[in-house]
Each structure stands twice: as structure tokens, then as C-alpha cells.
């Protein structure tokens, strides 16, 4: 018999809840999940992670008779764990495709980010708390960053200041959790937010009761005392981090195994007689390592999915499932999401595999070519269609879940309006002295030059619902020689959504670099991790040495 403590999951069925779950089985904890309404009053222990859209959660909830439910749970101070949307139904109501009639425990409207000022929105990434009551939980974790990923937020007012336990600051003070008595709330992901946040969400169950799971206490290599001390005498959080982020470009070698490999300018195989895919390692474990390292993402790029078809490639998404029991921090996949059909005529919606990846354990999909083909439409037709992936998989799991991945190469040019595309004065002329470039966006891993710039295509992605911005540049790409300066900075003052460089790499000064020189708010390194020329650790100790602000981690 199993005599793990039981969480009670209330899981409807909108979204993808498995990194939740993930989170609570590391713990130690038996999952329950909730089947009817009953099932949430007799709960001893209530986990409410809310995904999706607000106004969808609460149709499930009422139609379900939860809502009802919920309401005398939360009211009889029973033990609750809201986390993001489970956070922003207990308000009154919010703006999101509204106003729409929340659950009306907590007084408060829950809105929109305001982006007229620039505030690039959603609001991604680790960002510092500010207490607002004493609790133990909070002051453990009080100068950690933790993880953040939405476009709506509740504001803290004089009618819930009793509720507001800590807010964060993203353009203006929200709140980032809400507590009163055994209910607990928190905006932020404690489920992605590394090891520190395991800690949240186990010690705002436990903490009562003395009931640290064992399970917790023999993976880590500290007892709680210590690691509190340790965390504690690392946090130095105050604002919103820069994230680094580790990449793994994974492929199906000649053997048939997948593998981590790793280009030059896109180019994966060895320069031997044999010419075989370079390889780098197994994904699984390097994304662990990746994660203890202190990565603040991890990226999977199935670098061939634009010949092969996903879903067919199940060692993928068996990728996924490991790391995501394994990954405490958001995870990333792309290559290959567009509409399908297999051999056998079977059609495939860029939707159905968008949500394969959700459902074995991704938290964002990277779209690449068929992003490019949207663009190219919309530019042409001046029209959203509403059809593509891009806009498809955005409207049903949000923009923050939608990354697109740019691929250009630079083309250096005499004469800045020889073309019709944005162009930049480059700050390392080209080799017949060509004092600017355009940047040239292809498809099919560069092996197709499209006629369309990266610079209407970031415009373009954003407008049909993007998050995000992986911004990758061809020439280079593996060369450890700095990243495309010039490109990062033109795009990430084109778009209101976060961008990540990406491409180049090769030493520490190049992240400070990036990040003092581009308004980038992640950077994102491959060659240099896989072949250990480089730890995250030291980038990170750097970019802090160098005041930028970065997630530390206690290990
Ligand atoms: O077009 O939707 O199927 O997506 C394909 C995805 O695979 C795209 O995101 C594309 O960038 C990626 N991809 C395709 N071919 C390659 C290749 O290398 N042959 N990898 C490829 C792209 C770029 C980054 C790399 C950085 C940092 N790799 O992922 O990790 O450049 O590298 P560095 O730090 O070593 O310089 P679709």
C-alpha cells in the first residue's frame, strides 16, 4: 500500500495541466483527480491549475456544477493551491474576451497588461515578489525569481488588500499572490519555476501539518533547513530576469537514434569521409543537466520536421515526456507544425500535433516555415484568414504559447533602398565594403530563401497572435563569434513581445553583450553548452558581475 499524502487535481479538461502533475508526483504526492463536484468538497488537499481562457474555464466550472463547489471549499478555508488562472477566477470578474462573471471571492477586475507604452506583453519570464504579508511560504522563497507567463493580471486594491500576500512589478504593481488563511493563490508557475518553487508548492500543502514528503527530501542533496539558508543566500531578485536558454537541435541520426546534434550555418554533418549527423549527446539527459546547470529554458528544435512528419517521430514526444517529469522549467518544442498528411491519406491539423507536443509535456510550440508562409499571406492579402498555425494554435492555447522561430540570413547590400525590405547600417561592413544588410528569412532550415525580410515577418507574427520571437541568424550560427548585433537590436525594437537571440554564441561577454546592446529579454546558446566550453552557471555569474539581472539558482 502507498501511504503518500493525496493532492486532489481539478483538472477540466482545457489545457494542459502536465507539468502540474509532474510537479506534485516529484514531491512524493498521490494525485486524485476531481470526476464530479463532490469530489472537490471532500478533497483534503486542492490543487487548481487554471489553463485556457478565462471565460472558457468558467463555462466548464458552471456547466459541471464546480464552480458551486469551489466557492464553499474556498469559503470554508479549506487547503487550496490556485495557480495562475486558479488564481484569477477568484476574482470578481475579467476583461479577457469580456467581461465575464468570475468566481466573486476576491473583489477585482482582472485585465489586460497595457502595452501602449511598450510593455512587451504577455509578460514572460522570472520576475522578483514583493511581500506584502508575513508568510512563511513567500519569505522562503522572497529573493527568488519566479516564473511568469500571462497577459492578464488582477491589481491590488484597498477592497483585497486583506487577500494580497505579494505582488510583482511589470509596468505597474499586480498581484502575484493571494493568501488568507489555508487558500493560497499565485499568478506566477511554481510548477516551472525550478526547484525553489517545488518547495512553494509542497511547504503550502505541508508546511501545517510538518508533512514534507520523503521522496523530496531524498532527491534533494540538502535538508530543507539548509536549503532554505541556501536559497535564501542566493536571491537577489528585484526585477524581471534575462533568461538563458539552452538549445537542443535533435534529429534521427544514420543509426536511427535520436539525438542532439549540433550545425554549423545550419550544416549538421561531420566534415569526414563518412559525413555522418554530428552528435552531441541524448536529449533527455542533457536537458536535465541543462536544468541543474540553471537554465532558465529549455528548447527542442526537430531540426528535420519540415520533411518528416511529427507525430510520426514518437521518440519525440517520448523526449518530452521524460524531460517534462524530470524539467522544472518551461519547455519548448518546434519543427514540423504545419497541417499533414501521412501516407496512408490521414490529415493532420497543425493544431492536432501543436497539441500532441502540449500534451506530452511542451509549454510553447515553435513554429518555423509555415509561420513564414502566413506572413507571406497576410502581407500579400492584407487579411487574416483566421486558418493558419500560427493563428490556430494562439487562439486556442494563447499567444504566450506560440513562438515563432526566424531563420534569416544576412545580404549585405551598396545601396540601402535597393530593396523593398527593412534594411540596417551594419556595424562590421560587408566583404566589398557593403556598408548595409537585409536580413533574408528562409524556410526548411535555411535550405529555401524566401522573399521576405525578418523584419516584416516579426511585424507580420505578431499581428497574427506570436508570443515570441526566437530570433536565430544563418550566418551565425555555430560560429561562437558574437551574436547578429545589428539583426537583434532592429527586431527587438520592431515588436511589443519578447525576443530571444539566438545564434552565435562562443564566450560570456557576447550574453552581456547582447543584452546591453539589444532590448533581447533572453539569449540562447547551443554549441557552446553541448561541447562544455562553457557552463550556464558562469554565464550567469557574469551577466550578474555585469549587472544584469539573472535567475541564480541554490546549487
Ligand atoms: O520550419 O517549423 O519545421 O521548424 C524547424 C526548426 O528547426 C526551426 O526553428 C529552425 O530554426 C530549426 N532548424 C532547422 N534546421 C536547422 C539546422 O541547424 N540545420 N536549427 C535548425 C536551427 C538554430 C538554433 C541554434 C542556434 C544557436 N538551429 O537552434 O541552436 O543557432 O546555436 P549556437 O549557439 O551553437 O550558435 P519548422
Known sequence: ANNNPVVTLLDYGAGNVRSVRNAIRSLGFDIK????????????????????????????????????????????????????????????????????????????????????????????????????????????????????????????????????????????NFIASVRRGNVHAVQFHPEKSGGTMLLFLCWSFCIEKVLIPKVFLNKGHLTNRKLRVKVLEVGNASKLAKRVIACLDVRTNDEGDLVVTKGDQYDVRENTKENEVRNLGKPVDLAGKYYRDGADEISFLNITGFRDFPLGD????????????????????????????????????????ASEYFRSGADKVSIGSDAVYAAEEYIRSGVKTGKSSLEQISRVYGNQAVVVSI????????????????????????????????????????????????????????????????????????????FEIDLIRLISDAVNIPVIASSGAGKVEHFSEVFKKTNASAALAAGIFHREELGIGSVKKHLSNEGIEVRLTPY
Request: hydrophobic share 35%; net charge negative.
Open 33 to 172: 483527480d476531481v470526476q464530479s463536484p463532490k469530489d472537490i468538497l471532500n478533497a483534503e488537499r486542492l490543487i487548481f491549475p487554471g489553463v485556457g481562457a478565462f471565460a472558457a474555464a468558467m463555462d466548464v466550472l458552471t456547466q459541471k456544477g464546480m464552480a458551486e463547489a469551489l466557492c464553499t471549499y474556498i469559503q470554508n478555508d479549506r487547503p487550496f493551491l490556485g495557480i495562475c488562472l486558479g488564481l484569477q477566477l477568484l476574482f470578481d470578474s475579467s476583461e479577457e474576451n469580456g467581461p465575464v462573471n468570475g468566481l466573486g471571492l476576491i473583489p477585482g477586475v482582472v485585465g489586460r497588461f497595457d502595452s501602449s507604452n511598450g510593455l512587451r506583453v504577455p509578460h514572460i519570464g522570472w520576475n522578483a515578489l514583493q511581500l506584502t504579508k508575513n508568510s512563511e511560504i513567500l519569505n522562503t522563497i522572497r529573493n527568488n525569481h519566479v516564473y511568469f507567463v500571462h497577459s492578464y493580471r488582477a491589481m491590488p486594491s484597498d477592497d483585497n488588500k486583506d487577500w494580497v500576500s505579494s505582488t510583482c512589478n511589470y509596468g505597474d
Open 314 to 353: 514518437l521518440p519525440m514526444l517520448q523526449v518530452l515526456r521524460y524531460t517534462s517529469e524530470r524539467v522544472f522549467v518551461p519547455l519548448t518544442v518546434g519543427g514540423g507544425i504545419r497541417d499533414f498528411t501521412d501516407g496512408s491519406g490521414r490529415y493532420y491539423s497543425s493544431l492536432e500535433v
Open 407 to 482: 531563420d534569416p540570413r544576412r545580404v549585405f547590400l551598396k545601396n540601402p533602398y535597393d530593396v523593398d525590405f527593412r534594411t540596417v547600417r551594419v556595424s562590421n561592413p560587408g566583404p566589398n565594403g557593403e556598408e548595409f544588410a537585409w536580413y533574408q528569412c528562409t524556410v526548411n532550415g535555411g535550405r529555401e530563401d524566401r522573399q521576405i525580410g525578418a523584419y516584416e515577418l516579426a511585424i507580420a507574427v505578431e499581428e497574427l497572435g506570436a508570443g515570441e520571437i526566437m530570433l536565430n541568424c544563418i550566418d551565425c550560427d555555430g560560429q561562437g563569434k558574437g
